[in-house]
């Protein structure tokens, strides 16, 4: 399994909204509602931030929410702070109880 | 509070092996089922393999650079997921977190440790 395409990178100024992308194809992102996204600061364990494609766990704030369109799932954070700067990973499932990663964007808050 | 502790890490030499352990708590471990995830120095997350519940038939499975040497176990009884890593290679070198896989939230890695870390150098 290859991994999905993300960003390498990618900013906004606070108060901004940011949008990143999360391509893969049609055995993973495009034929399953199973895409999740992590966020990880530097030294920390991943945080599990949005499941199913577009829903929120528990205690996750409403500025992060994500979306898909065929093969491409989408993170979107509105309202940007200084707290969001951290690298960001989609995950989708890719059949037969198996999961691929994206290879991680990084978030700059300017 | 759901709780996983990894442990087993350390230095390692190309060829060898090592054992990894993940410890659970605040949580009914046996019906979770539980998958590794590693992430190399600098690099991104990789997932490694999946141990199901016994109930759903305890099976596994793994990515392809780590099938025929890794083996992910479980212990219901000790609350505690193994996954021991053989033949071990210098691009294994990463930190390895477990996880549970949809314990809340379905098909999803939703609860992580704090991970272990594994260098395999001479």
């Known amino acids: 399994q290859s991994a999905l395409t993300q960003p390498r990178s990618v900013s906004g100024s606070p108060g901004q909204s940011v949008t990143i992308s999360c391509t893969g194809t049609?055995?993973?992102?495009?034929?399953?509602?199973?895409v999740s996204w992590y966020q990880q600061h530097p030294g920390k364990a991943p945080k599990f931030m949005i499941y199913d494609v577009s829903k929120r766990p528990s205690g996750v704030p409403d500025r992060f929410s994500g979306s898909k369109s065929g093969n491409t799932a989408s993170l979107t954070i509105s309202g940007l702070q200084a707290e969001d700067e951290a690298d960001y990973y989609c995950?989708?499932?890719?059949?037969?109880?198996?999961?691929?990663f994206g290879g991680g964007t990084k978030l700059t808050v300017l | 509070e759901m709780q996983l502790v990894e442990s087993g890490g350390g230095l390692v030499k190309p060829g060898g092996s090592l054992r990894l352990s993940c410890a659970a708590s605040?949580?009914?471990?046996?019906?979770?089922?539980m998958t590794w995830v590693r992430q190399a120095p600098g690099k991104g997350l990789e997932w490694v393999g999946r141990?199901?519940?016994?109930?759903?038939?305890?099976?596994?499975d793994y990515t392809a650079p780590v099938k025929g040497r890794f083996t992910i176990s479980r212990d219901d009884s000790k609350n505690t997921v193994y996954m021991q890593m053989n033949s071990l290679k210098t691009e294994d070198t990463a930190v390895y977190y477990c996880?549970?896989?949809?314990?809340?939230?379905?098909?999803?890695?939703?609860?992580w440790g704090q991970g272990t870390l594994v260098t395999v150098s001479s």
């Open positions: 996880t549970t896989v949809g314990y809340s939230y379905s098909l999803n890695f939703d609860y």
């Open positions: 049609s055995s993973n992102v495009g034929g399953y509602n199973y």
């Open positions: 141990i199901k519940s016994k109930t759903d038939g305890g099976t596994t």
């Open positions: 995950c989708s499932y890719a059949g037969s109880y198996t999961w691929v």
């Open positions: 605040g949580f009914t471990f046996s019906n979770a089922w």
